[in-house]
């Protein structure tokens, strides 16, 4: 089954850290392109993150510095480090295979104190 699992996600204080996990199956992983989106209440979906096959990455400016993409191809994972976190992070964190409709279900990230 072609699918997409996030985890990781959580309640955190302003400043704090959460690394997000997405774990993906019934694909050659390596091959493909993946990204980050995130969903605040009341808003559209955003562009986060996004990792080449080649480990080339590109940020959305509100992100930058802050937040780190990864990928493990051995274990077929994509990651999001989130560090400094501010209460404007606060969404539903959803990857992606790139240039596909192929969505994870998503993870609450709340940033609150």
């Known amino acids: 089954q072609v699918q997409l699992v996030e985890s990781g996600g959580g309640l955190v204080q302003p400043g704090g850290s959460l690394r997000l996990s997405c774990v993906a199956s019934?694909?050659?992983?390596?091959?493909?392109?993946m990204q980050w989106y995130r969903q605040a209440p009341e808003k559209e979906r955003e562009f986060v993150a996004h990792?080449?096959?080649?480990?080339?990455?590109i940020y959305a400016n509100p992100v930058k510095g802050r937040f780190t993409i990864s990928r493990d191809n051995a274990e077929n994972t994509v990651y999001l480090q989130m560090n400094g976190l501010k209460p404007e992070d606060t969404a539903v964190y959803y990857c992606?295979?790139?240039?596909?409709?192929?969505w994870g279900q998503g993870t609450q990230v709340t940033v609150s104190s």
């Open positions: 992606m295979r790139a240039g596909t409709t192929l």
């Open positions: 019934g694909f050659t992983f390596s091959s493909y392109a």
């Open positions: 990792i080449s096959t080649s480990a080339t990455t």
